[in-house]
């Protein structure tokens, strides 16, 4: 099974940019297609990008479309949202998630291996 680990969460203004990192071990990457998730205080945890295996194929929600950036480099065993154009409500506790099948509409359910989360909190 996978291990993943988060990083790169901070403290930053509206309209700022963040990069986070999902670090993989025990498995290689390309065995996965990868995820973005974020939970907010209160909320459910809710799915904000993914990329499938090769890289070729990313899904983004619509609350981040244009802003964020989802991208993985196998040879690193990495995987990155690059955030952009950061809003307060984007607000919350970041993880990264792994799944061995891809859908079309994309299955959020189908994810796990869940890392420990990476806290990003965005100033107005």
């Known amino acids: 099974q996978v291990q993943l680990v988060e990083s790169g969460g901070g403290l930053v203004q509206a309209g700022g940019s963040l990069r986070l990192s999902c670090a993989a071990s025990?498995?290689?990457?390309?065995?996965?297609?990868m995820g973005w998730f974020r939970q907010a205080p209160g909320k459910e945890r809710d799915i904000v990008a993914a990329?499938?295996?090769?890289?070729?194929?990313?899904y983004y929600a619509d609350s981040v479309k244009g802003r964020f950036i989802i991208s993985r480099d196998n040879a690193k065993n990495t995987v990155y949202l690059q955030m952009n154009s950061l809003r307060p409500e984007d607000t919350a506790v970041y993880y990264c998630a792994a799944a061995t099948i891809w859908t079309t509409p994309l299955n959020p359910f189908l994810f796990g291996s869940w890392g420990q989360g990476t806290q990003v909190t965005v100033s107005s």
């Open positions: 025990g498995r290689t990457l390309s065995s996965y297609h």
């Open positions: 990329v499938n295996w090769s890289g070729g194929t990313t």
